[in-house]
């Protein structure tokens, strides 16, 4: 299985950004996705989940109302609208392939992992 990350960069604060993560290898539809981000010398955090079918969606206290993920089963893809944004905000950030069709806020549920996109807020 493989997922590419993209759609990182650098962003004013109160910008916004849509990360995208494609993938390949497996039944896309069949799984649940996640992002997740790592701040520098900070631990990895979840950030949004959506199960199989796009229809369930979970978030991250510090990111609900501003992000939002979505799926496209079609395009095996799967996005992370990220609007508001905050300098707290600045991480990688990973995609993630659940090991069931849930959203699930747990990486250890996460079989799969992208490689990362940096998303840099300035203030």
């Known amino acids: 299985v493989q997922l590419q990350a993209s759609g990182g960069g650098l962003v004013q604060a109160g910008g916004s950004l849509r990360l995208s993560c494609a993938a390949s290898?497996?039944?896309?539809?069949?799984?649940?996705m996640g992002w997740f981000r790592r701040a520098p010398g900070k631990e990895r955090e979840f950030v949004a989940g959506?199960?199989?079918?796009?229809?369930?969606?979970t978030y991250a206290d510090s990111v609900k109302g501003r992000f939002t993920i979505s799926r496209d089963n079609a395009k095996n893809t799967v996005y992370l609208q990220m609007d508001s944004l905050k300098p707290e905000d600045t991480a990688v950030y990973y995609c993630?392939?659940?090991?069931?069709?849930?959203?699930?806020?747990?990486?250890?549920?996460?079989?799969?992992w992208g490689q990362g996109t940096l998303v840099t807020v300035s203030s």
């Open positions: 993630a392939g659940s090991s069931t069709e849930w959203a699930s806020s747990s990486s250890g549920l996460y079989f799969y």
């Open positions: 959506v199960n199989k079918n796009g229809l369930v969606t």
């Open positions: 290898g497996r039944t896309f539809s069949r799984y649940g």
